[in-house]
């Protein structure tokens, strides 16, 4: 009986410890960001609106509207150059979706800087869930999937550095643009 009871208390001991120990899931999610931040994201968690959510997502048992969020991670670059001539934009994955950009729902900000990036959106891995542009960032939603990996963290990057390249060049064209309009 006094062996049940130190079992029982060793148990009580040392049972939350064991909860604190990281899972296997949260130790590739764990090497994965670091392989990320290596390679010069700066990684955060965003949470970013679902396109077409289930009914059972939009509204709680009690009637209540609920907003449904995918838990995305932010990886985010930073452009070489300030985009002063392209307006900012958030698209998100939307299989349905047709218009602005096949497979893509425009969720804020203009069109226009979206002229040539359907092919390269389409590259971008299965569960990246949005694709964001300000100023000076441009920012892939992705919800790490498994198999995520080190090895697919370098080809989001050569896939985000592509859209970047299309990015600048746009942009370039229109400051072009703008400083032809100027000249009398």
Do not use: C
């Not at 069109?111 to 990036?117: E, F, I, T």
């Amino acid at each position: 009986m006094v062996w049940v009871i130190i079992i029982v208390v060793l148990l009580a001991a040392f049972g939350p410890i064991l909860y604190l120990v990281p899972s296997r899931r949260d130790r590739r999610l764990a090497r994965v960001r670091q392989q990320a931040r290596l390679s010069g994201f700066v990684v955060e968690l965003h949470p970013v609106r679902q396109t077409n959510p289930e009914l059972a997502d939009r509204v709680s048992a009690g009637g209540a509207v609920k907003t449904p969020m995918h838990q995305s991670v932010g990886y985010t670059l930073m452009l070489p150059s300030r985009l002063d001539f392209l307006s900012s934009w958030r698209v998100l994955r939307d299989d349905e979706a047709t218009v602005p950009v096949p497979g893509w729902q425009l969720d804020e900000g203009g069109v226009k800087s979206l002229v040539g990036l359907p092919d390269l959106l389409a590259e971008l891995p299965g569960d990246v869930v949005g694709v964001e542009l300000k100023t000076q960032t441009l920012t892939a939603f992705w919800l790490e999937s498994p198999p995520a990996a080190e090895a697919e963290v370098q080809a989001l990057k050569t896939e985000m550095e592509r859209i970047m390249k299309r990015l600048i060049s746009a942009d370039e064209l229109q400051r072009a643009a703008a400083d032809d309009d100027e000249i009398p």
